[in-house]
């Protein structure tokens, strides 16, 4: 056996996150970026009268992809032993990474990380992949509400027994349910695109925020002001914060699992319905043509993909909370408890959503429903449903509201013995139709009792939502080429 499979892999990389996200949070990228940091850090400081030699930052640019990771974990070692051993891991690795940099472009060696410390590039690097990392995020939460809207637009008047408390209860249409699951999705969105709006870079900020380094190196803070602008327009942001101490404030990451927790939230919801949904055998997920539903009961369809997201939106609520833990502790200027959390928790928070809303577009894609049992549960529940309704045409028609009230009431219940008895449809409607004491006809009784006019405004309703909400927001996301051909349904 290799020693790769000796190792431990992670299961959010190994099964169930996309090579996109992960390629986001992998040592290979995060070392590039740093390396992008350095370039951009160096030529900033030239144009603003360092004395760097061209010649140095041309080569910077030329060795920026000659990396390799077993060299710098060689060199790691060596620092670790060597008179800087008294320095904090990060500092290593940091370190590694400059002297490896300086082997690659022995021109610029001299000034690499000018003026620089560690949370320069690994704090900034943070902040652009958790940019990047956002911005997928976004394009597969459109994917998802477009796999939904799809759902609702074909469903929208499609009457269902409407649920509360998973009792039965007064009538919606399929496609108004499906809203509700899109409507928590769409919440997300505008939590995503605010957190992405006011993302900032930390920039050059030196050891304690204060700048001072900078500021002799640069002789004066308009040119520090300048250099961080520029920092901030090479990697694409408006602007750095205001305010920093060694690091960015950690308020950034809490917000940011916040808006991810949400669409762990939303895709729980999403998924549990279509759970019990099943359960009862009125919508069914994706099934593959070979798929096993159990091992020891190979008859079973299994709502396997809803659980799957279900367990891995729970894992992704929970993160929320150390994000939390981590901001409030971070004493005065900085500490560095936050370190190696942060180097679990963020990159699990991104692959967790990724992987959520890989299932969540894969299971809207593909819901199956099964219109003749939802047609069976909605007339077995009509002697209850319609019991208002026909007390009130009856009383219109010139009967008793007392006697009439008793009749409906001891027919409601015969109903609905004889149905749990033999679990055949409804019998309610004949047997009011049967009593000369109740004076509507059959065709009235039909027609009070058609499902579409139980349903209220619900198809209306659905038709709003997508135009009003749902299709201004996907004009904003081509989401259709969004979608990896292998999840496609």
Known sequence: MSNDRLRYLHPLIDRYASEEMADIFSPTHTALIWRDLWIALAEAERELGVEIPESALAEMKEARDALDLGRVAELEAELRHDVMAHVHHLRHDVMAHVHHFGEVAPAARGYIHLGATSAFVADNASLIQQRDALRLVRDRLAVAVSALSEFAREHRDLPTLGYTHFQAAQPTTVGKRACLWLQDFLFDLDQVDAALCDLRLRGARGTTGTEATFQELLGDGERVDELNRRLAEAFGFSGVYDVVGQIYPRKVDQRILGALSGIGSSAARFGTDIRLLQGIGELEEPFGSRQIGSSAMPYKRNPMRSERMCALARHLCTLELEAAWTASVQWLERTLDDSASR????????????????????????LVVHSEIIRTRLERELPFLLAESLLIAGVRAGGDRQDLHERIRGHAMAAREGAQADSGPSDFLLRVEEDDQIPLSGERLRELADPSRLTGRATEQVDAFLANRVEPTLKSADASNLVPASLRV
């Open 343 to 366: 180097r679990i928790v963020l990159p699990e928070a991104f692959l967790s959503a990724d992987a959520v809303l890989l299932i969540a577009q894969n299971v809207g894609s593909g």
